[in-house]
């Protein structure tokens, strides 16, 4: 018998599971929904199937995908676990088994084997597979219509060691570029870098040091260069081995971000410094002459994790805000200049992906519009670079969003042109929506929303694919 889940403040609210699986075949749609979509939209996050066994975290949930096939102007809905090693394994004992933040902490009828992941951070479709990602391991692939779980893929066995959560397509060349974090093993700082072409074929691979042992949950790529940025979120085998947090924020050792030409080597990788912050999430990046620019979300203090004593983060330093940087490769000085382009908390960036690793103009992200700053986002927010000028849809009190993806009207529209998906949790009603917006009108609200009568948990992030 399943016990209950505990109060933790990251199982509670539409933090908690949802715990079930299902199917329907026609939401109810309210608004007009476009009649030019004809997409699958994937979201993914955690999920946990049974109460953790001691300290939980967001981020060591089951991960579970949301399917929403939007056709003819209907929206059928799927969701699924993706049934990893721990998930077979505890659904059998009916249990859970492991701490996925604490190997230490593992059941004994789990001791010695060897998961293959939690498969709960994002979905991408490439190469003509649909992969869950998470940092730790390789991707795990899924059925595209049925999301049936087929198990780890490796690049037909090409990869060696953990893939990121955050790969990024290349619109031109339909490669798909990621790197891999502790790739050494646990604790470790060694890096990797992968290519993969268009047709799924892992092309090149890499490994490098980086200066410290760092949770690297991103990166960025422009169409000349890859960024590898470390940040003092560090991993310790010996501090966890003392009971002190395994990941924990070391603001002295600073902030590192290599740079690679992406016709060069690792051995050329060029490191720049500049002070303690932190980045989950970049929006993008692009080669201007000599100079890189990239837009993130930044942190002055990495969020959910405590001090290297085990005290708690300042919670005032823990809200992102859309921050430029700028390195000037022409420039002996090895720094990056920084300024804040905007004073709204946000996160989950995005923008039109036909654009990704070059210059554009629109970009988009879950902001908190007259409301407490925190995980909690009110409102989807559209920052256009060209004018320096950003302007947002609130929604109703209580509401929140999460990622809005985009997705244009069609391949030869402009940028921009299209539409922002975005799952939306109705707090009054307990329970969550497929948001449309405009992306050229986002102030303007809703063009429609397909109605579940459930609740998606709080997750992390979505893609789509062509249903042509």
């Not at 998930?87 to 230490?104: A, D, I, Q, V, Y």
């Not at 990121?164 to 060694?190: C, N, Q, R, V, W």
Request: with cysteine.
């Amino acid at each position: 018998m399943t016990t209950p889940y505990s109060d933790h403040p990251q199982l509670t609210g539409n933090f908690a599971p949802l715990r079930m699986e299902c199917d329907i075949d026609d939401m109810i749609v309210r608004g007009d929904l476009p009649a030019d979509l004809d997409i699958t939209y994937y979201r993914n996050g955690p999920d946990p199937q049974f109460p953790p066994r001691s300290d939980h975290h967001w981020f060591a949930g089951d991960g579970m995908l949301h399917m929403f096939r939007i056709r003819d102007g209907r929206v059928r809905y799927r969701n699924r676990w993706a049934r990893t090693v721990k998930w077979t394994l505890e659904r059998r004992e009916g249990r859970s088994l492991f701490n996925p933040f604490n190997p230490m902490d593992t059941d004994p009828v789990a001791q010695g084997v060897e998961t293959d992941g939690l498969a709960n951070t994002n979905v991408v479709w490439h190469g003509g597979r649909l992969l869950a990602l998470e940092e730790g391991h390789a991707p795990f692939e899924l059925d595209p219509e049925t999301l049936e779980s087929k198990g780890v893929w490796k690049f037909d066995e090409r990869l060696e060691g953990p893939m990121t959560a955050h790969p990024k397509m290349d619109p031109k060349t339909g490669e798909m570029l990621f790197f891999g974090y502790m790739a050494d093993g646990i604790f470790s700082p060694g890096m990797s870098y992968q290519v993969v072409d268009g047709d799924g074929v892992l092309t090149r691979s890499d490994r490098f040091q980086a200066p410290y042992a760092s949770m690297v949950h991103d990166f960025m790529v422009t169409d000349e260069h890859v960024l590898f940025p470390i940040f003092p979120l560090t991993g310790s085998m010996e501090r966890a081995m003392r009971g002190k947090p395994a990941f924990a924020w070391e603001p002295d050792k600073g902030t590192h971000v290599g740079v690679m030409r992406r016709d060069g080597s690792v051995e050329e990788i060029r490191w720049f410094e500049t002070d303690p912050c932190y980045v989950f999430h970049p929006m993008n990046a692009y080669t201007d002459g000599s100079r890189i620019v990239a837009h993130v979300m930044q942190f002055e203090e990495a969020p959910l994790f405590p001090k290297a004593d085990g005290s708690p983060a300042d919670p005032a330093k823990a809200n992102a805000r859309l921050c430029e940087w700028v390195i000037d490769l022409a420039d002996n000085s090895n720094g990056i200049r920084r300024r804040y382009l905007d004073d709204v908390t946000g996160e989950f960036p995005r923008l039109d992906e036909r654009f990704a690793c070059n210059g554009y103009r629109h970009g988009y992200y879950g902001a908190a519009i007259g409301a407490a700053p925190g995980l909690g986002f009110n409102a989807v927010a559209h920052h256009d670079f060209a004018a320096g000028k950003r302007n947002q849809y609130v929604l109703p009190d209580g509401d929140v969003t999460g990622e809005p993806v985009f997705v244009p009207r069609s391949q030869d529209a402009g940028e921009g042109e299209g539409y922002l998906l975005s799952v939306v949790y109705r707090a009054a009603e307990n329970r969550s929506d497929l948001m449309f917006l405009d992306a050229g009108n986002v102030a303007d609200g809703p063009v429609a929303c397909a109605e579940l009568p459930h609740r998606v948990p709080y997750g992390f992030h979505g893609n789509w694919k062509s249903n042509a």
